[in-house]
């Protein structure tokens, strides 16, 4: 089993989410997250003055997969959150040993 993070913009989530649910993903976790990478930040205008902006809002997908499942899900996620712009996020990819449903206590694949 995999877990993926991709951490994206906000806006490409719905196109993202829907992408991955026709890949065969069951279910995810999202978060709003804050941070930057290469862009450093930006600067935005508020009442006639400049403000920069450090921490970039982001969105931040988690995913348990089966190993089967690993390319078209990495492939789902590029091509709908990439806008080739600075700043379209990063994928990133775990071994996962096991996975346990806390309401049965079913593990592994069957957990998922």
């Not at 600067?43 to 003055?49: A, D, F, L």
Request: glycine share 8%; no cysteine; aromatic share 6%.
């Amino acid at each position: 089993m995999k877990k993926i993070e991709a951490i994206i913009r906000p806006y490409r989530l719905e196109e993202v989410r829907e992408a991955l649910l026709e890949t065969g993903v069951q279910g995810m976790t999202v978060s709003e997250v804050k941070g930057f990478g290469r862009q450093r930040g930006h600067s935005e205008m508020y009442r006639g003055r400049e403000y920069e902006v450090d921490y970039i809002a982001k969105v931040k997908i988690e995913i348990i997969i089966e190993d089967e499942l690993e390319n078209q899900v990495i492939d789902a996620i590029l091509s709908n959150a990439r806008t080739g712009q600075l700043g379209d996020g990063k994928i990133f990819i775990y071994p996962v040993e096991d996975v346990i449903r806390v309401r049965t206590s079913e593990s592994g694949p069957d957990a998922i």
